[in-house]
């Protein structure tokens, strides 16, 4: 880790203290609400409230593209340094929790790629089993009914790029409309991945 990245991670959880040790004037705000005052005046006080807020939903993501804890710790501080640079991107087209996991994932990939020795692969782990249960807001039957711990182990065996699709859309429930904004395609492209990468899911789950 870079004197740079040590001293910004010191900052921000120094911060972070301060702030949670008084009474917490930011808490009742939105993650879009608090982007935009972040934004607003550069203040590294209020970007502390929102590393708290998804430091472990960061790690988690990083921790699925790293070969050790250390190295998914780095790449945790990479993302928020580079996520305090360019928050103002964030335009409020989707939730910003959507945004964010977009964010991670494609640094997280840019990160891998830029290494030729390796492969990407994408080998998360969730927090927790919750996080594989399917929401009400899926419609397919074959999809509701699967069960989360061998969904789980179907999820691991699908492309990462399939995999990053379904866990937005039904992890974390984006839209169509946001898809088409994170992934800057139609709405008929978004649909047609959406398509494929459930076909595929559901036949690998059905093998195993």
Not at 47 to 66: H, I
Not at 91 to 117: A, I
Request: hydrophobic share 40%.
């Amino acid at each position: 880790m870079t004197f740079f990245k040590k001293l910004f991670l010191i900052l921000v959880n120094d911060l972070d203290k301060k702030l949670s040790q008084a009474d917490d004037p930011y808490a009742h705000l939105s993650d879009e609400e608090l982007v935009e005052r972040i934004v607003l005046n550069n203040n590294p006080l209020l970007f502390g409230k929102l590393y708290d807020r998804y430091a472990k939903m960061v790690y988690n993501k990083c921790y699925g593209f790293s070969r050790s804890q250390d190295e998914a710790e780095d790449l945790t501080q990479d993302v928020f340094l580079q996520l305090f640079i360019k928050l103002k991107l964030f335009k409020g087209k989707s939730k910003f929790s959507t945004w964010l996991y977009s964010f991670t994932y494609n640094f997280c990939v840019n990160y891998v790629n830029r290494s030729k020795q390796r492969k990407m692969s994408d080998k998360s782990v969730p927090v927790n089993d919750s996080e594989y249960k399917l929401t009400d807001e899926i419609s397919d039957q074959s999809l509701y009914e699967m069960k989360a711990s061998k969904l789980k182990d179907a999820m691991e065996l699908v492309s990462a790029e399939e995999r990053s699709l379904l866990l937005l859309k039904y992890q974390d429930g984006a839209t169509i409309k946001e898809l088409m904004a994170l992934m800057e395609i139609g709405d008929s492209a978004v649909k047609m991945r959406l398509k494929r990468a459930k076909k595929k899911l559901v036949e690998i789950y059905d093998t195993l």
